[in-house]
């Protein structure tokens, strides 16, 4: 994309009359996106009052801290070092930086609550990052997978990072001609239908490189409708990527020249085959793509961030959500083996079961199916749940050893696999089948998957009624 350049802007002389000029459009601004989020998220909102209370004082806070710095910017510019007036922006830098920073931690507050709220009121799910969790590492791994692109003459670069509390690229990268590094969300939403909703970070030299924000992602990043942003420019376009030759390219539906800069809020909503980009909440861009050129299903609802050359666009954060109601009402997974075949469990005592144990897919909703085949599921909301799990033995149990069943359970606070539960042992020269049921408070973010307990090696075998080998659960009761 070829980026549109604005020139350098002059400090002016006339310092006290910047000083003033800044503080009012600064509060006008201020005030104008606070209101208009606020009211679209009332509007479409069922829920969250909790949160937006504790978000409205934070708010508050930030409001007052930002104020405070225009009173200082004004005192800096007029007064300076010395005794007579004073446009060096060196003294005055601190704290722009420092107003910039309260705005974009505002803007993310808001944008969080859009995208609950879009959420609530569909019924779908959400998925966001703040970057502030840790505040100076990686992105992280169970969230999101790194990608980077190549462009003409260029070399790749390190990727993604977190600092301060925002995305950046890694820093060293700057002019070294790093390309495009990319994050994909490894969740995904539930509908066709969605809203991404990015946080400008800071401004870096985004007047000549370009940052990324994508929905309609497939998880490998080989297709994607992107918005590209730099300081005086936004378009709008789809992506095309092979991540085995690390190259792609942007397809470019249609642009605008409109000034950008740190705390911008960014939406991108997909409707349909049409796309609609919001900037601060006002529509600057729409395109049908008609001929669908890039694709639409199950494989491609994720989002993505992205940065050129170590010097777009920072990213505060990014929030994204259905804007339609899933097919599926409720709450649960359905997996099981289907195939007659034997397939070897992973060992004797407790494992779990092989690769490839789970081959088909029954009814699933609101859950991420993190891996079929090991009947790993991945839980977005947050609540009690009645699990059961049950392995049809091609080898008898015998009078010697015993069976017996469980479920494992990795939380994502800890990331120690444990259990859920452990059913009763069996024995028998004719206990072919083991199973079991529990109920289990999860978290969003937590893994659950099947265990078995074998003395020796065995093999499960299925049915296509699925009523031989399975792992299935269900949400009880909920907070969200």
């Known amino acids: ?58 708010l508050h806070n930030q409001a007052n801290a930002a104020m405070a710095g225009v009173n200082t910017i004004a005192t800096g510019i007029t007064t300076g070092a010395g005794a007579t007036p004073s446009s060096d922006p060196t003294q005055v ?16 507050a808001i944008a969080k609550l859009t995208s609950t709220g879009n959420s609530s009121s569909t019924g779908g799910s959400s998925f966001g ?10 992105p992280s791994a169970s969230a999101w997978t790194q990608y980077q692109c190549l462009s003409t003459s260029k070399t790749i670069g390190s990727g993604l990072a977190v600092s301060g509390g925002q995305l950046v690229t890694v820093e060293g990268n700057a002019g070294n001609g790093s390309g495009f590094s990319y994050i994909v969300s490894t969740e995904s939403v539930l509908t066709d239908d969605q809203s991404v909703i990015g946080v400008l ?29 730099a300081s005086n420019g936004i378009a709008l376009g789809y992506i095309s ?16 020249s409109i000034a950008m800069s740190p705390g911008a809020t960014i939406e991108l909503r997909a409707v349909g085959q049409t796309y609609s980009v919001y900037v601060n909440s006002s529509v600057v861009l729409n395109h049908t793509d008609a001929s669908v050129q890039s694709p639409v299903g199950a494989s491609n609802r994720h989002c993505g961030l992205g940065i050129e050359d170590s010097m777009g666009f920072s990213w505060q ?3 994204f959500s259905d804007l339609a109601s899933p097919p599926v009402i409720g709450t649960g997974w359905n997996l099981f083996r289907s195939a007659t075949s034997a397939v070897a469990m992973q060992g004797s005592s407790w494992s779990g079961v092989g690769a490839g144990t789970f081959d088909t897919e029954g009814p699933c909703a609101n859950v991420t199916i993190t891996s079929l085949g090991y009947g790993v599921i991945t839980i977005q909301k947050t609540g009690w749940y009645v699990m059961r799990t049950n392995a049809s033995m091609s080898q008898p149990c015998g009078t010697s050893y015993v069976f017996n069943a469980g479920i ?60 031989d080998t399975y792992f299935t659960g269900a949400l009880v009761t909920s907070l969200s």
Request: glycine letters at 10%.
């Open 93 to 108: 830098h601190p704290t722009v930086s420092g107003m910039q920073a309260n705005t974009a931690a505002n803007a993310a």
């Open 129 to 138: 990052d703040n970057f502030g969790d840790d505040p100076n590492g990686n």
């Open 1 to 58: 994309m070829t980026q549109p350049v604005q020139p350098p802007q002059q400090v002016s002389n006339a310092a006290q009359q910047q000083a003033s000029r800044f503080a009012g459009a600064f509060g006008q601004a201020f005030l104008d996106q606070v209101g208009a989020n606020v009211c679209n998220w009332v509007t479409g909102a069922t829920g969250g009052i909790i949160d937006l209370s504790s978000w409205a004082t934070n």
């Open 408 to 467: 494992y359970y990795r939380p994502v606070s800890t990331g120690v696999l444990g259990f859920a539960g452990i059913g009763q042992d069996s024995s028998g020269s004719n206990v072919y089948n083991v199973g079991m049921c529990t109920i289990a408070y999860l978290y969003e973010g937590d893994q659950v998957s099947p265990a078995f307990y074998q003395a020796g090696s065995n093999s499960v075998v299925g049915n296509a009624a699925g009523t």
């Open 201 to 229: 970070g800071n401004a870096n030299n985004a007047r000549y490189y370009v940052s990324s924000l994508m929905l309609r992602a497939a998880s490998d990043m080989s297709t994607a409708v992107y918005v590209n942003v």
């Open 317 to 319: 954060s990014i929030n």
């Open 241 to 256: 990527y092979d991540p085995s030759t690390q190259t792609g390219s942007f397809n470019q539906w249609t642009s605008a």
